[in-house]
Protein backbone atom coordinates (compact mmCIF):
# COMPACT_ATOMS: atom_id res chain seq x y z
CA UNK A 1 0.00 0.00 0.00
CA UNK A 2 3.21 2.26 0.38
CA UNK A 3 3.05 3.15 -3.66
CA UNK A 4 -0.26 4.52 -3.24
CA UNK A 5 0.07 6.69 -0.01
CA UNK A 6 0.12 9.79 -1.48
CA UNK A 7 -1.37 12.54 1.76
CA UNK A 8 2.42 11.47 3.41
CA UNK A 9 4.10 13.22 0.22
CA UNK A 10 2.02 16.37 0.42
CA UNK A 11 3.51 19.19 2.24
CA UNK A 12 2.17 21.90 0.73
CA UNK A 13 -1.42 22.93 2.79
CA UNK A 14 0.00 21.57 5.70
CA UNK A 15 0.34 23.60 9.11
CA UNK A 16 2.96 22.73 11.37
CA UNK A 17 2.51 24.28 14.29
CA UNK A 18 5.02 25.79 16.03
CA UNK A 19 6.07 28.79 18.68
CA UNK A 20 9.74 30.09 17.05
CA UNK A 21 10.13 33.13 15.93
CA UNK A 22 9.49 32.58 12.12
CA UNK A 23 6.15 31.56 13.45
CA UNK A 24 5.57 34.70 15.35
CA UNK A 25 6.13 36.91 12.40
CA UNK A 26 3.60 38.68 10.73
CA UNK A 27 1.75 36.95 7.49
CA UNK A 28 2.47 40.36 5.57
CA UNK A 29 6.14 39.37 6.28
CA UNK A 30 6.08 35.92 5.80
CA UNK A 31 4.25 36.89 2.42
CA UNK A 32 7.62 39.10 1.54
CA UNK A 33 9.83 36.25 2.21
CA UNK A 34 7.76 34.25 -0.21
CA UNK A 35 7.21 36.27 -3.09
CA UNK A 36 11.30 37.54 -2.51
CA UNK A 37 12.33 33.77 -2.73
CA UNK A 38 9.94 32.49 -5.67
CA UNK A 39 11.42 35.68 -7.47
CA UNK A 40 14.65 34.37 -7.09
CA UNK A 41 14.22 30.93 -8.20
CA UNK A 42 12.09 31.49 -11.26
CA UNK A 43 14.02 34.24 -12.79
CA UNK A 44 17.72 33.15 -11.82
CA UNK A 45 19.26 31.66 -15.09
CA UNK A 46 22.25 29.66 -12.99
CA UNK A 47 22.26 26.63 -10.70
CA UNK A 48 23.97 29.00 -8.11
CA UNK A 49 21.11 31.51 -8.78
CA UNK A 50 18.00 28.90 -8.36
CA UNK A 51 19.50 26.60 -5.13
CA UNK A 52 20.25 29.52 -3.33
CA UNK A 53 16.71 30.11 -2.37
CA UNK A 54 16.43 26.44 -2.02
CA UNK A 55 18.93 26.49 0.76
CA UNK A 56 17.35 29.83 2.93
CA UNK A 57 14.08 27.74 2.34
CA UNK A 58 15.49 25.24 3.88
CA UNK A 59 18.29 26.93 6.67
CA UNK A 60 14.45 29.14 7.83
CA UNK A 61 12.85 25.64 8.30
CA UNK A 62 15.28 24.53 10.44
CA UNK A 63 15.50 27.51 12.05
CA UNK A 64 11.21 27.12 12.84
CA UNK A 65 11.68 23.23 13.56
CA UNK A 66 10.23 22.30 10.37
CA UNK A 67 12.44 19.13 9.16
CA UNK A 68 14.08 19.05 5.58
CA UNK A 69 12.63 16.03 4.33
CA UNK A 70 9.20 17.25 4.95
CA UNK A 71 9.64 20.56 3.02
CA UNK A 72 11.25 18.28 0.14
CA UNK A 73 8.70 14.81 -0.01
CA UNK A 74 6.08 17.12 -1.75
CA UNK A 75 8.66 17.21 -4.99
CA UNK A 76 7.62 13.11 -4.71
CA UNK A 77 4.64 13.21 -6.63
CA UNK A 78 5.97 15.58 -9.40
CA UNK A 79 8.31 13.35 -10.54
CA UNK A 80 6.53 11.54 -13.01
CA UNK A 81 5.52 14.66 -14.84
CA UNK A 82 9.26 16.09 -14.34
CA UNK A 83 10.44 12.84 -15.98
CA UNK A 84 7.82 13.22 -19.02
CA UNK A 85 8.93 16.73 -19.17
CA UNK A 86 12.71 16.11 -19.39
CA UNK A 87 11.49 13.02 -22.43
CA UNK A 88 10.04 15.52 -24.48
CA UNK A 89 13.70 17.98 -23.67
CA UNK A 90 15.22 15.32 -25.48
CA UNK A 91 13.25 13.85 -28.19
CA UNK A 92 12.11 17.52 -29.72
CA UNK A 93 15.85 19.28 -30.35
CA UNK A 94 16.01 22.92 -30.11
CA UNK A 95 17.13 25.73 -32.95
CA UNK A 96 20.50 26.55 -33.06
CA UNK A 97 21.60 24.31 -30.41
CA UNK A 98 25.72 23.52 -31.58
CA UNK A 99 26.42 22.03 -27.72
CA UNK A 100 28.15 18.86 -27.37
CA UNK A 101 26.39 15.65 -27.99
CA UNK A 102 26.64 13.34 -25.28
CA UNK A 103 24.29 10.75 -25.53
CA UNK A 104 22.77 9.64 -29.42
CA UNK A 105 20.54 6.71 -30.23
CA UNK A 106 18.88 7.45 -33.79
CA UNK A 107 17.28 10.64 -34.76
CA UNK A 108 17.18 11.21 -30.78
CA UNK A 109 20.42 12.34 -28.92
CA UNK A 110 20.99 14.65 -25.91
CA UNK A 111 23.10 17.68 -25.78
CA UNK A 112 24.93 19.61 -22.99
CA UNK A 113 22.40 21.99 -23.55
CA UNK A 114 19.10 20.01 -23.41
CA UNK A 115 21.07 18.17 -20.34
CA UNK A 116 21.17 21.47 -18.27
CA UNK A 117 18.00 23.02 -19.58
CA UNK A 118 16.69 18.95 -17.53
CA UNK A 119 18.47 20.04 -14.75
CA UNK A 120 17.30 23.56 -14.25
CA UNK A 121 13.90 22.75 -14.74
CA UNK A 122 13.98 20.11 -12.05
CA UNK A 123 16.24 22.26 -9.52
CA UNK A 124 13.98 25.32 -10.31
CA UNK A 125 10.57 22.90 -9.90
CA UNK A 126 12.45 21.29 -6.50
CA UNK A 127 12.80 25.15 -5.32
CA UNK A 128 9.89 26.43 -5.69
CA UNK A 129 8.01 23.65 -4.04
CA UNK A 130 9.96 23.96 -1.13
CA UNK A 131 9.61 27.41 -0.25
CA UNK A 132 5.76 27.23 -1.07
CA UNK A 133 6.09 23.82 1.45
CA UNK A 134 8.06 26.35 4.36
CA UNK A 135 5.55 28.92 3.86
CA UNK A 136 2.11 26.83 4.15
CA UNK A 137 4.00 24.53 7.16
CA UNK A 138 4.53 27.69 9.19
CA UNK A 139 1.54 29.84 8.12
CA UNK A 140 -1.67 28.50 9.46
CA UNK A 141 -5.14 29.04 7.48
CA UNK A 142 -6.32 32.30 9.33
CA UNK A 143 -2.94 33.65 8.60
CA UNK A 144 -2.62 33.18 5.05
CA UNK A 145 -5.90 34.57 4.17
CA UNK A 146 -5.08 37.47 7.01
CA UNK A 147 -1.95 38.31 4.93
CA UNK A 148 -3.09 38.12 1.82
CA UNK A 149 -5.94 40.83 2.60
CA UNK A 150 -3.56 43.01 4.39
CA UNK A 151 -1.16 42.84 1.88
CA UNK A 152 -3.86 43.67 -0.99
CA UNK A 153 -5.70 46.43 1.11
CA UNK A 154 -4.76 49.38 -1.04
CA UNK A 155 -6.42 48.09 -3.95
CA UNK A 156 -9.74 48.47 -2.37
CA UNK A 157 -9.55 52.50 -3.75
CA UNK A 158 -9.29 50.33 -7.23
CA UNK A 159 -12.54 48.52 -6.78
CA UNK A 160 -11.17 45.21 -5.86
CA UNK A 161 -12.62 43.19 -3.65
CA UNK A 162 -8.94 41.88 -1.34
CA UNK A 163 -11.13 40.15 1.54
CA UNK A 164 -12.86 37.90 -1.71
CA UNK A 165 -9.26 36.92 -3.12
CA UNK A 166 -7.96 36.35 0.49
CA UNK A 167 -10.66 33.69 0.98
CA UNK A 168 -10.13 31.76 -2.59
CA UNK A 169 -6.45 31.90 -1.74
CA UNK A 170 -6.91 30.56 1.27
CA UNK A 171 -9.16 27.72 0.43
CA UNK A 172 -7.18 26.54 -2.49
CA UNK A 173 -4.16 25.96 -0.28
CA UNK A 174 -6.21 24.02 2.06
CA UNK A 175 -7.94 22.38 -0.70
CA UNK A 176 -4.25 20.64 -1.75
CA UNK A 177 -4.16 18.56 0.98
CA UNK A 178 -7.62 17.69 0.93
CA UNK A 179 -7.82 16.64 -2.92
CA UNK A 180 -4.59 14.07 -2.07
CA UNK A 181 -6.36 12.16 1.03
CA UNK A 182 -9.45 11.70 -1.44
CA UNK A 183 -7.18 10.35 -4.43
CA UNK A 184 -5.31 8.25 -1.72
CA UNK A 185 -8.96 7.07 -0.44
CA UNK A 186 -9.99 6.22 -3.61
CA UNK A 187 -7.33 4.42 -4.88
CA UNK A 188 -6.92 2.17 -1.61
CA UNK A 189 -10.88 1.26 -2.39
CA UNK A 190 -9.89 0.22 -5.87
CA UNK A 191 -7.26 -1.72 -5.00
CA UNK A 192 -9.11 -3.53 -2.32
CA UNK A 193 -11.61 -4.35 -5.08
CA UNK A 194 -8.79 -5.88 -7.20
CA UNK A 195 -7.23 -2.78 -9.31
CA UNK A 196 -3.33 -2.68 -9.99
CA UNK A 197 -2.02 -0.01 -7.88
CA UNK A 198 1.48 0.23 -6.19
CA UNK A 199 2.63 -3.21 -7.20
CA UNK A 200 5.63 -2.32 -9.71
CA UNK A 201 4.28 -3.92 -12.36
CA UNK A 202 4.17 -2.90 -16.01
CA UNK A 203 6.53 0.02 -15.52
CA UNK A 204 5.69 3.72 -15.33
CA UNK A 205 3.41 3.88 -18.53
CA UNK A 206 1.10 0.72 -17.27
CA UNK A 207 1.20 2.39 -13.78
CA UNK A 208 0.16 6.12 -15.57
CA UNK A 209 -2.72 4.12 -17.68
CA UNK A 210 -3.83 2.77 -14.11
CA UNK A 211 -4.11 6.01 -12.49
CA UNK A 212 -6.31 7.72 -15.06
CA UNK A 213 -9.21 6.38 -14.35
CA UNK A 214 -8.71 7.97 -10.71
CA UNK A 215 -9.43 11.30 -12.09
CA UNK A 216 -13.08 11.44 -12.41
CA UNK A 217 -14.18 10.09 -9.42
CA UNK A 218 -11.45 12.73 -7.87
CA UNK A 219 -12.53 15.85 -9.88
CA UNK A 220 -16.52 14.79 -9.03
CA UNK A 221 -15.69 14.28 -5.16
CA UNK A 222 -13.38 17.58 -5.64
CA UNK A 223 -16.49 19.23 -7.11
CA UNK A 224 -19.00 17.96 -4.17
CA UNK A 225 -16.83 19.31 -1.43
CA UNK A 226 -16.60 22.56 -3.52
CA UNK A 227 -20.47 23.00 -3.95
CA UNK A 228 -20.89 21.71 0.26
CA UNK A 229 -18.53 24.88 1.36
CA UNK A 230 -20.22 27.25 -0.67
CA UNK A 231 -23.91 26.19 0.76
CA UNK A 232 -22.28 25.84 4.30
CA UNK A 233 -21.32 29.74 3.77
CA UNK A 234 -24.88 30.78 2.10
CA UNK A 235 -26.93 29.01 4.96
CA UNK A 236 -24.13 31.01 7.61
CA UNK A 237 -25.02 33.92 6.10
CA UNK A 238 -21.29 34.89 4.66
CA UNK A 239 -20.75 38.30 3.24
CA UNK A 240 -17.79 40.70 3.47
CA UNK A 241 -19.74 43.75 4.06
CA UNK A 242 -19.69 44.71 8.19
CA UNK A 243 -16.75 41.98 8.91
CA UNK A 244 -14.54 42.05 11.86
CA UNK A 245 -11.69 40.02 12.36
CA UNK A 246 -10.67 38.96 16.16
CA UNK A 247 -7.13 38.11 15.80
CA UNK A 248 -4.54 40.08 15.61
CA UNK A 249 -1.13 39.94 14.86
CA UNK A 250 1.33 42.42 16.73
CA UNK A 251 4.81 43.26 14.52
CA UNK A 252 7.68 41.31 16.24
CA UNK A 253 11.31 42.71 17.56
CA UNK A 254 13.64 42.77 14.15
CA UNK A 255 10.53 42.27 11.91
CA UNK A 256 11.90 45.47 10.40
CA UNK A 257 15.09 43.48 9.35
CA UNK A 258 13.46 40.68 8.57
CA UNK A 259 11.60 42.28 5.79
CA UNK A 260 14.96 43.72 4.53
CA UNK A 261 16.55 40.47 4.46
CA UNK A 262 13.81 39.15 2.40
CA UNK A 263 14.98 41.55 -0.15
CA UNK A 264 18.65 41.22 0.34
CA UNK A 265 17.91 37.77 -0.15
CA UNK A 266 16.31 38.06 -3.52
CA UNK A 267 18.78 40.60 -4.76
CA UNK A 268 21.63 37.71 -3.49
CA UNK A 269 20.72 35.28 -5.75
CA UNK A 270 20.21 37.58 -8.75
CA UNK A 271 24.26 38.67 -7.83
CA UNK A 272 24.79 35.14 -7.74
CA UNK A 273 23.32 34.31 -10.90
CA UNK A 274 25.11 36.92 -12.96
CA UNK A 275 28.52 36.50 -11.17
CA UNK A 276 27.88 32.65 -12.35
CA UNK A 277 26.96 33.73 -15.68
CA UNK A 278 30.59 35.46 -16.03
CA UNK A 279 32.92 32.73 -13.90
Same mark, same amino acid.
Given at each position: ?20 ? $? ?18 ? %? ?6 ? $? ?12 ? /? ?14 ? *?? +? ?18 ? +????? #? ?9 ? $? ?12 ? &? ?20 ? #? ?6 ? *????? +???? &????? $? ?8 ? &? ?17 ? %??? /? ?12 ? /? ?5 ? +? ?40 ? &? ?6 ? %?
Amino acid at each position: MKGIEFFRNVSIGQYRQGSSY $VHRLRPSTKYLWLLALMVAG %IASTSWAG $VLLPLAAALLIGAA /AGVHPGFLLRGVRPLL *PL +LLFTAILQTLFSWPGDSSQV +LVGLG #PVSLTRKELGL $VVMMGLRTLSLMTV &IALFTSVTSEGESVHGIEDSLA #PLARLGLH *PSRLA +LTAG &IALRF $VPMIAGELEA &IAKAQASRGADFGSGRGGP %IAK /ARAYLPLFVPVTVR /ALERAEA +LAEAMEARGYTEEGRTRLASYPRQRGEGWARALALLACASSF &IVDHVAHR %I
